[in-house]
């Protein structure tokens, strides 16, 4: 009886402390959004932000963008993770959590960057443009590369959901996804948007894509070692 306690008060203890982790992500991240929507209205004089109100769900909209490509590079840094052997000096149940977790707030923000431009009468843009790759004007190459990582990050993220319909071999293979959906994005947030030109986000994009090609590179060299 008393180690059914026990184990019960950490297993709750433990869920708790995710919780807060969650937590901590989720107002983090609208931190970050906050701050990158003042920066990216950096130089604006008021009347030019008062009179000029398009400009700012294009602003909201490279916020959000910069936003769900962390929270993805996140989630994608968590899963490697958990599928090295780095992953045993973590709590396996936790960084799986924070793994869906990310991915699923990558995927909303990723949804909200783009869809706040449902608003922008300057680009004035119909809903099909948004879901189907190529339907923009401009950067159509870069932007249809954003929309097909999304649609490929939908599906990784969804499918912890039908998981147990599909069976472990399937999933598996499924979420290998991942990677085409990352490298997309990568690509995207270089060849689209004036900001990505600014010297912070090159640096945290080169980072963070850098971190991820050696954790990959650390697993394939992993299985073929296994091999």
């Known amino acids: 009886m008393h180690t059914d306690n026990l184990t019960h008060s950490q297993a709750t203890s433990n869920t708790s402390l995710l919780v807060q ?26 009347s030019q932000l008062l009179t000029a109100t398009d400009k700012h769900f294009w602003y909201l909209s490279r916020a959000s963008g910069v936003i769900a490509y962390a929270l993805f590079w996140l989630a994608v840094v968590f ?35 783009a869809g706040i431009l449902l608003a922008d009468n300057y680009l004035n843009l119909h809903i099909w443009q948004i879901l189907v790759p190529f339907g923009f004007q401009t950067d159509r190459v870069g932007v249809a590369l954003g929309q097909m990582g999304f ?15 599909i069976g472990q071999s399937v999933w598996r293979w499924l979420h290998f996804l991942t990677f ?40 394939l060299l992993m299985m073929k070692q296994v091999k």
Not at 80 to 108: E, I
Request: proline residues 1%.
């Open 151 to 165: 649609w490929l990050l939908f599906i990784c993220a969804f499918s912890f959901y039908i998981k147990k319909y």
């Open 21 to 46: 982790v969650m937590w901590i992500v989720l107002i983090l991240s609208i931190a970050i959004g906050v701050g990158s929507y003042m920066l990216l209205m950096w130089g604006e004089t008021v």
């Open 79 to 113: 899963g490697l993770l958990l599928s090295t052997r780095l992953g045993k000096h973590f709590n396996a149940a936790r960084v799986f959590a924070l793994h869906q977790y990310l991915s699923l707030m990558a995927v909303g923000f990723a949804a909200f960057h």
């Open 180 to 219: 085409t959906a990352y490298m997309l994005i990568s690509i995207h947030v270089f060849m689209v948007g004036s900001d990505s030109r600014a010297l912070p986000l090159l640096l945290f994009y080169a980072s963070s894509q850098t971190l991820v090609f050696v954790l990959t590179s650390y697993r």
